[in-house]
C-alpha cells in the first residue's frame, strides 16, 4: 500500500435480504472501482475514530507482511472487532441479514481519481444504503455490545470511553 492512499468512513442503513448476495456486490463495486470496502455492524462501532485506526493498524500489519489473514479486509474485521479469530471477528461486527446500520470504510489509491463523495454516494446508491453518519457515533450500549465489562468502564471518564476500544486494537498487535 502507498502512504498517500485515501481513507473514506462513511456510516448508513441498509436491509440485506441475502448477505452472500450483498457481499458479492460489494466485492464487485470495489474490484470495479479499484478500492477496498469493508462493512461493519455500526452498532459495535464507537465513532469514525474506531474504524479509522483498524484501518490503520491493518494497513500496517499488510506493509510489515506480518497480516494473520489473507485479506486487507478480514484484517480489518479482526482489528474492528479486537478479536484475535474471524469466527469470533465477523459475527461480533460483521453485518448481517436484515435490518443493518453499517459503517463502511473505503481504502483509495493515490492513482483513482474518483471523488470522495462521488465513491460514498456511487456505493450507497448501487447497495441501495440510506447515508447517516450519525450511526458511528458510539455510546455506553456501544461498549457494552463491544464486550467492554462495567469494571473496564469505570477505569476512565465519559469522555474517553473510545480510547477503552482503541485499546482493544491496539492490544491485538501484541498479543497475534
Known amino acids: 500500500m502507498v502512504h498517500d492512499i485515501?481513507?473514506?468512513i462513511a456510516g448508513g442503513t441498509c436491509t440485506i435480504d441475502h448477505l452472500e448476495s450483498f457481499i458479492n456486490k460489494v466485492q464487485q463495486f470495489a474490484e470495479n472501482n479499484q478500492m477496498i470496502i469493508q462493512l461493519f455492524d455500526a452498532e459495535r462501532v464507537y465513532g469514525k475514530i474506531h474504524i479509522l485506526s483498524a484501518t490503520l493498524h491493518a494497513l500496517r500489519s499488510e506493509k510489515e507482511k506480518r497480516m494473520k489473514t489473507n485479506s486487507i479486509e478480514m484484517e480489518l474485521l479482526l482489528y474492528a472487532s479486537g478479536e484475535r479469530q474471524l469466527k469470533l471477528a465477523i459475527p461480533k461486527i460483521g453485518v448481517k441479514?436484515?435490518?443493518n446500520t453499517i459503517a463502511v470504510v473505503f481504502i483509495i489509491e493515490p492513482n483513482n481519481a474518483m471523488d470522495e463523495e462521488e465513491c460514498v454516494n456511487n456505493f450507497f446508491?448501487?447497495?441501495?444504503?440510506?447515508r447517516d453518519d450519525?450511526?458511528?457515533?458510539?455510546?455506553e450500549r456501544t461498549l457494552h455490545l463491544f464486550g467492554i465489562?462495567?469494571?473496564e468502564k469505570q477505569t476512565v471518564s465519559k469522555q474517553?470511553?473510545?480510547a477503552l476500544i482503541l485499546e482493544k486494537i491496539a492490544?491485538?498487535?501484541?498479543?497475534?
Open 6 to 8: 485515501k481513507i473514506i
Open 97 to 99: 441479514n436484515g435490518h
Open 125 to 130: 446508491s448501487k447497495l441501495n444504503i440510506i
Open 134 to 139: 450519525d450511526v458511528l457515533v458510539g455510546d
Open 149 to 151: 465489562s462495567y469494571e
Open 160 to 162: 474517553n470511553y473510545g
Open 171 to 176: 492490544l491485538l498487535d501484541v498479543i497475534k
